[in-house]
Each structure stands twice: as C-alpha cells, then as structure tokens.
C-alpha cells in the first residue's frame, strides 16, 4: 500500500515503514458515540498494527484511562451526549500536559470554530470526518512521533550524558518537588557523595578510565538505592534521595554503600582492578527547602573527608 503509493521512491516508502514500525502496538483510545464511525476508525488503526481501546462516551474515556496508563493518544468525537469531546478534552488537561497525553478532536460538524476551540484547549490536531485512511494514520503517526521527540529532549535535559544519573538541574526541580511533598512524614533522608582521591584515578590511569570509574560508580549507586532519587551533581559528586526510610536506616544504607564499594573494583584489561572508597553525609533533619538540606549534606561530606575519607558522617 505505501509503497505503490510512494511515487516509485524506494526509500521514502521505507522511511514510512520504519515510522510505522516504530509505533506498532502503541495503545489508542477512541472516544466516539456512534459505533459505525468508532468501529471504522478503530479497524483502520489496527490494521496499522495500533493496540486499540474504546470508549463510547467521555466517562468511560475517563475510566479507561485510569485503568490503562499505557495510552498515549486519545482520538474523541465532539458530538457525544453527556460530555462533548471538548468537554472532555478540558478535563484531561486538567492531568495530562500535551507531551504526555495527545488528543486529537475529531467531528463531523460543518462548524469553522471546532479545530481552533480544540488546538486552543490543549488538542495536539483535529480532523474533519469523513477523512482519507491515509490522513488518519499520518495525523497519528505525527504526533506520536512528537510525542517521542519531546520525550527525548525532556530525557537530554535531565540526564547527565555520561552516567545517564539525573543531573543537577533535575535533581533541583523535581527532587525539590519530591522533597517539599515528603518533607513533613520525616521519611527521608539527603545523601552527598564525593568519590575519595579521584584525581589520582585520571592522573595514573588517564580520563578515559576515570570515565569508565564514573560511570561503574554509577552503577553501584542503582543497584544499591533502586528505588530513590540518584543525580550527578557534577565532577565525582553525586546526590541519593532516600524516601521512605527512617534516619536510622539511611545512615546504615549508607554505610552499607561504602562496605559494598571495597568489595567491587572496576576491573580494566589493562589496569586490572581497580579499587575506589568514597565519604558520604546523610542529612536528616527536616529543612525548608531541597537546596538547604543538600548544603547541611555537604558540610557533613566535608566532616568526612576531614575525619580521613571512606567514611559517613550525619
Ligand atoms: P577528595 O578525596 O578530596 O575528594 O579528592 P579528589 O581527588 O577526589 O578531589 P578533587 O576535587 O581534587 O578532584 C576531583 C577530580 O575529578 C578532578 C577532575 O579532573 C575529576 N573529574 C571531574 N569530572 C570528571 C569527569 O567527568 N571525568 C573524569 N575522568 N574526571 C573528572
Ligand atoms: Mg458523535
Ligand atoms: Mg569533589
Ligand atoms: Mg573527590
């Protein structure tokens, strides 16, 4: 089909298929009251190789979105009784942002208004019905290909490029976010590490092994804190979020950290096992705000390197 369409261009037709692979068995959602035009819609969409949910009005839209989170795109009618897909749609943003969630009006209505009331409710497109299958699968296919692109900036805004941790700026807003929300239940507790001696590490063995360090440090760090919070505040330093543990066991996890790290050396082809040791400060004490705890975190990492390295102070 694509490529008789394609206008004899081989490789154009296989840029669409890889587009169209990429999204296969995305889920939908379809949100028409009519079961004619909600079963045409939906039999063109699987036939695209699209997961297909369907709602025949805005409430059980709404429903079936709770349920399945998994749902990427919503396609909604306008005309439907109860809740008109506008109607609908202003609700959903209430939730979901655009890059979260697309939604795209659809109507059979001859009314001029209705794509620019839903473009300005926070719609991601409109279509006109009757519309070509072809208009409907390349409308759909656009915008989950946006939806993916912003994905992408948002993770390369967030990461740290090296370690592929959460970086300083993410950790400053979001785990500020995380932190004003969990800071009255005092269930958490603010890490700081800074690896011990590490210039020796790129001084002896050269930038490219001090990378390979960094990044197995890393590593350790998911595997020992998988559930929490874990950021790269920039050079050998990093930051633990620990949510839902008491000060007790905070210090102990970190304390286990540290026991961990002497056990589990990067190994290199070259310069064999190589063997790190970090000071860490557990801050939990409650503060006003994310920045404040992570400074009192700080000048405990400080006691630790002063106190002679390879060890936690709180
Ligand atoms: P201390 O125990 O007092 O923390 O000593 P240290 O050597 O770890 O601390 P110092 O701050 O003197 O040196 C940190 C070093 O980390 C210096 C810098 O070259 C290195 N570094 C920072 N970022 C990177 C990086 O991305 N890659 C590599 N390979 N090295 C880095
Ligand atoms: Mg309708
Ligand atoms: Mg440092
Ligand atoms: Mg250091």
Request: aromatic residues 8%; glycine residues 4%; contains cysteine.
């Amino acid at each position: 089909y694509i490529i008789k369409d394609s206008k004899g261009s081989l490789q154009y037709a296989v840029a669409l298929l890889k587009q169209l692979y990429r999204h296969r068995s995305t889920s939908l959602l379809v949100v028409d009251d009519s079961v004619t035009s909600r079963n045409q819609t939906s039999a063109l969409l699987q036939r695209w190789q699209f997961s297909v949910y369907e709602a025949t009005d805005g409430y059980q839209a709404i429903h079936i979105l709770a349920k399945h989170p998994d749902i990427r795109l919503v396609l909604t009618d306008f005309h439907m009784p109860g809740m008109t897909g506008l109607d609908l749609l202003k609700q959903l943003r209430e939730r979901f942002d655009r890059q979260s969630l697309a939604v795209i009006g659809i109507s059979a209505q001859n009314n001029r208004t209705l794509p620019a009331l839903f473009i300005k409710h926070g719609a991601n497109d409109f279509l006109h019905k009757p519309f070509a299958p072809e208009e409907l699968l390349w409308r759909v296919s656009l915008t989950l290909e946006h939806l993916e692109l912003f994905q992408e900036i948002r993770e390369l805004a967030h990461r740290d490029p090296l370690t592929r941790l959460y970086n300083r700026r993410f950790l400053f807003e979001q785990g500020n976010r995380q932190y004003l929300a969990n800071r009255l239940q005092r269930q958490h507790a603010v890490m700081v590490l800074d690896i011990d001696h590490f210039k020796r590490i790129n001084d002896t063995w050269g930038h490219q092994i001090g990378d390979q360090m960094l990044c197995h440090f890393a590593a350790l760090l998911r595997l020992a804190f998988p559930d929490d919070l874990i950021a790269r505040l920039g050079g050998e330093e990093f930051c633990v979020l620990l949510w839902h543990c008491s000060p007790a066991q905070a210090i102990a996890k970190a304390q286990q950290f540290l026991a961990q790290l002497k056990t589990k050396p990067l190994t290199h082809s070259v310069a064999g096992d190589l063997f790190i040791t970090t000071s860490a400060g557990v801050e939990t004490m409650l503060h006003n705000s994310l920045d404040e705890a992570l400074q009192a975190a700080d000048r405990l990492l400080y006691q630790a390197k002063a106190d002679g390295r390879d060890c936690v102070r709180y």
